[in-house]
């Protein structure tokens, strides 16, 4: 089992409010990542980091917004959450470097989100 | 466009059988391929990763096979058992980028029934 981790495991929260979901890793990786799955879907890429104070917008188009200013830390907050953003929110961490293990993506239990 | 299609899409199968999940991918340039088991309301966990030169790969009960000619992989399981019941996520990573960049299938729900 790999040491990340993402708080809340589930929340429940109303249109309007502000949200922060948080992931930490302790293995000392340098890429980490933040990816949005709907049931039944494939992951989505929606941020990722080469490492701190480095942040950058993924494959899906999304309104939240990441930081990176510590490398165990990568949390993702929504201003203003909306029902759209009822999903299922995964974070990964990879290893620096461009050899093939550090290709492994190390995924937290992820967030469920739902927004009434 | 880079795309990675999985069959079937679910599958149900009975405990102590053998079951085969197909992959097939246009991923370009390509990289390497994985495997990932993901239990409901949990992150996907990796069970095997193989590059351009590995034909097949092995983890346990797991068994992974990669044809880069056709751009098609599989992975067997044998002897299942209840605790394989999970979303089985086809991988693949392209050379292109120093991100490494992750192209995910749909998954195969498996269900192993008692």
């Known amino acids: 089992e790999a040491d990340i981790y993402q708080t809340p495991r589930y929340l429940v929260i109303g249109t309007g409010k502000k949200i922060t979901l948080e992931c930490s890793q302790t293995?000392?990786?340098?890429?980490m990542y933040w990816y949005q799955q709907d049931p039944g879907m494939e992951l989505h890429l929606i941020h990722y980091?080469?490492?701190?104070?480095?942040?950058e917008k993924g494959d899906l188009s999304s309104e939240s917004t990441v930081s990176r200013i510590r490398t165990e830390h990568f949390p993702l907050t929504l201003e203003s959450a909306r029902p759209s953003h009822t999903s299922q929110y995964l974070c990964?961490?990879?290893?620096?470097?461009?050899?093939?293990?550090?290709?492994?993506?190390?995924f937290g239990p992820g967030t469920r989100l739902t927004v009434t | 466009k880079n795309q990675v299609e999985q069959s079937p899409q679910s599958l149900i199968i009975l405990e102590g059988k053998n079951c085969t999940l197909q992959?097939?991918?246009?991923?370009?340039?390509?990289?390497?391929l994985r495997w990932y088991k993901q239990d409901t309301g949990r992150g996907p966990v990796s069970l095997t990763i193989?590059?351009?030169?590995?034909n097949t790969k092995s983890n346990g009960r797991y068994t992974a096979t990669l044809d880069a000619d056709t751009k098609q992989s599989s992975l067997h399981i044998t002897a299942s058992q209840l605790s394989d019941s999970a979303s089985y996520i086809c991988?693949?990573?392209?050379?292109?980028?120093?991100?490494?960049?992750?192209?995910f299938g749909r998954g195969t729900q498996l269900t192993v029934w008692p």
């Open positions: 990964a961490s990879s290893e620096p470097g461009d050899s093939l293990p550090s290709y492994e993506q190390y």
């Open positions: 193989m590059t351009f030169s590995e």
């Open positions: 293995m000392g990786h340098d890429k």
């Open positions: 980091s080469y490492g701190v104070n480095s942040t």
């Open positions: 991988v693949v990573s392209d050379r292109g980028s120093t991100l490494g960049r992750l192209y």
């Open positions: 992959c097939n991918y246009t991923v370009s340039p390509f990289s390497n």
